[in-house]
């Protein structure tokens, strides 16, 4: 199996091929059926969840379970039909590639076995990649990395490869310059439905650069991370991931000195494509050979100081185990309107100093909450996410489903 670079190409070995797309997130994944002139010929030539279907060329849903994919069956392409480009953008309203890092997956459609491999660098802004394109060169297909980045999500490719985009500005900016726009059922959650076919724009100014990747990611580097939800925090001090073992200690109290409240810490661990690998809670102590241990059952909440603690070595967790979901839930059916001064933080295990701290500022009435996350990018870095979302579960099972459609 061929470790792809932007630019590199390699020839397929096979006649019908897969490309799936895989990250921490879910993803929509498209594909465009392109002329020798980059455009699209009509609607038939935007393959995506809502219209699978195209010639030569179909999408295939992951269920949820696996990455979508673009299936292409070379001997069944158009003749007229160059290229094929696999797009993929993240299914989250206005999420940035930032801190999400995809892998494409170049397969033999056939016996499933992989050809090669692609994770695009330094993503930062875009809303939407070209990843692979799959293209004919002197009667032989072959498969090339890209990695191009849009600022402005699907609609910017769209737009960019000939597809009438409703409502986007007629000499919209894109990475490439923007040729005569035809009809086409563009997914909903970009645009309104097609429009009638245009007559050609005037030429557009030169293209402007994609937008560069987003700096200056906050990280370990000028002591204790306060986030508030939703905000992350890479995992690296000094330039190196941290990969020792850290606490994740979660604390609560009882609301206006009520009664005792039992609450239950645990985390679930998913590996690459939302799948579930195992949860450790008071009824299972240790999971992923020891990577991760927890503290056992705290009864009352009350008593300064972390209420229970995970320990997690991030150097030991397992290749497959990619993503780490930290929840609290109220096995007695107390909900989080009755907790005060809910919070997690991430712990030095070796010296004791706080690393990230996330307090809990609202409350909803419901029994379980998702408090952070821990996603492992393809670097080998760990990022801790605040997440802060409230769940109608008393148990760590009836997390899995939620927690998974969180990544």
């Known amino acids: 199996m061929t470790a792809m670079t932007p630019g590199s190409n390699i020839p397929l070995s096979a006649a019908r091929v897969a490309v799936d797309v895989a990250a921490p997130v879910r993803l929509d994944v498209s594909g465009l059926l392109l002329t020798a002139d980059g455009k699209v010929r009509s609607d038939d030539d ?32 158009p003749p007229g039909i160059e290229k094929i480009v696999v797009t993929a953008s993240p299914d989250g309203a206005g999420q940035t590639f930032q801190g999400v890092e995809p892998t494409a997956t170049v397969r033999n459609a056939d016996d499933g076995s992989a050809l090669a491999t692609f994770t695009p660098p330094r993503l930062g802004t875009e809303t939407a990649l070209v990843v692979i394109e799959v293209y004919r060169r002197g009667g032989a297909w072959k498969a090339r990395a890209v990695g191009q980045g849009y600022a402005n999500g699907l609609a910017g490719i769209a737009t960019d490869f000939g597809v009438s985009v409703e409502d986007e500005p007629a000499a919209a900016p894109a990475p490439a310059a923007a040729p005569a726009p035809v009809a086409a059922p563009v997914d909903p959650r970009v645009a309104a439905p097609p429009v009638a076919a245009a007559p050609p724009a005037a030429p557009p100014a030169p293209p402007a650069p994609a937008a560069p990747p987003a700096s200056g990611k906050i990280n370990l580097d000028k002591g204790r991370v306060s986030l508030q939800k939703n905000q992350t925090v890479s995992l690296v001090k000094g330039g190196r991931p ?19 409240i039992d609450l239950d810490a645990s985390v679930i661990a998913y590996g690459p494509n939302r799948n579930h690998l195992d949860s450790c809670y008071f009824g299972k102590l240790s999971i992923l050979n020891g990577a991760i241990k927890h503290s056992g059952d705290n009864l009352t909440g009350e008593g300064a100081g972390d209420d229970e603690v995970i320990v997690v070595d991030l150097g030991r967790i397992p290749p497959e185990a990619t993503g780490l979901v930290f929840t609290v839930n109220s096995f007695t059916g107390q909900k989080f309107t009755e907790v005060a001064k809910a919070y997690c933080r991430l712990i030095d295990a070796a010296t004791g100093e706080e690393l ?39 148990t760590v099972r009836g997390m899995v489903k939620p927690a998974a459609q969180s990544l």
């Open 46 to 77: 935007f393959i995506f969840y809502n219209q699978p279907t195209g010639p030569g060329v179909t999408y295939r849903s992951g269920g949820g379970t696996a990455p979508d994919a673009i299936v292409v069956d070379t001997a069944a392409v």
């Open 242 to 260: 941290l990969l020792s073992q850290v606490k994740m200690g979660l604390g609560w109290e009882p609301a206006f000195r009520g009664k005792d």
């Open 356 to 394: 990230v701290r996330f307090d809990l500022t609202g409350a909803e009435a419901q029994t379980g909450v998702m408090m952070a996350k821990l996603i492992k990018q393809f670097s080998g870095e760990w990022e801790m996410t605040a997440m802060g979302d409230f769940v109608k579960s008393r």
